[in-house]
Every structure is written in C-alpha cells, then in structure tokens.
C-alpha cells in the first residue's frame, strides 16, 4: 500500500513557476514509477510527466516537453514536478501516482494503481 500526499499548487501568473512534490509513505517507493497527471475543469485526465523507478528515465507530454522537469529523491520518498515558463493552460487539479510501468506505459492512466488527493494550479494571464 503506498499512500500519496501533493503539495506546492497555488495561484501564479503567467511565465512564473511552481514546484510540486508528492510525499509517499510505505517502505517501496523505489519500487515504483512515480507520474504527474492533470485535470482540468470539464476534461479528463491527462499524463503530464513521468519517471522510472531509479529515476534514470523521464517522459513528458508534448504540451510540457522545455517546460516542466520531474525529479525523484527515493531517500526521501518524494518526487517533484519543477514547473517554469507556466501558461493559463496549465490551470488545472494535478495528481501524483505511483504505478509499475515503463517507457510509453508510463503515459496509460490504468498502469497508475496509487493515486494523491491532487492540488491545485491557477495561472492567470
């Protein structure tokens, strides 16, 4: 079991950044891949960036590809999403979960079986 808990949204304008991290508990956070997903009001869910269990591996959406770096530390069980350069189309609920996937799976929603509460990102234009 694996418990996951987001931090770091708030309110920025455009062109500022936001760093969000994701605290897990539990013994086997190296064990998975940790992604960053997206929701904003009256769409589904969408992949947004994601990283392989060691950390070595990345994958981004083409939407944030330049933009935003995920990170991992699995000595304190936390992975980051580093967002710069924001944009109003960014604006939305993002959720952090943990899963067992690897390279273009680590985009499928349904390879994620972990999931956070989300927190919230406004970018004002």
């Known amino acids: 079991q694996v418990q996951l808990v987001e931090s770091g949204g708030g309110l920025v304008q455009a062109g500022g950044s936001l760093r969000l991290s994701c605290a897990a508990s539990?013994?086997?956070?190296?064990?998975?891949?940790m992604g960053w997903f997206r929701q904003a009001p009256g769409k589904e869910r969408e992949f947004v960036a994601a990283?392989?269990?060691?950390?070595?591996?990345?994958y981004y959406a083409d939407s944030v590809k330049g933009r935003f770096t995920i990170s991992r530390d699995n000595a304190r069980n936390t992975v980051y999403l580093q967002m710069d350069n924001l944009k109003p189309e960014d604006t939305a609920v993002y959720y952090c979960?943990?899963?067992?996937?690897?390279?273009?799976?680590?985009?499928?929603?349904?390879?994620?079986?972990?999931w956070g509460q989300g927190t919230q990102v406004t970018v004002s234009s």
């Open positions: 979960a943990a899963g067992t996937c690897s390279a273009s799976g680590c985009r499928i929603i349904g390879r994620y079986g972990y």
């Open positions: 539990g013994h086997t956070f190296s064990s998975y891949a």
């Open positions: 990283i392989s269990r060691a950390g070595a591996y990345t």
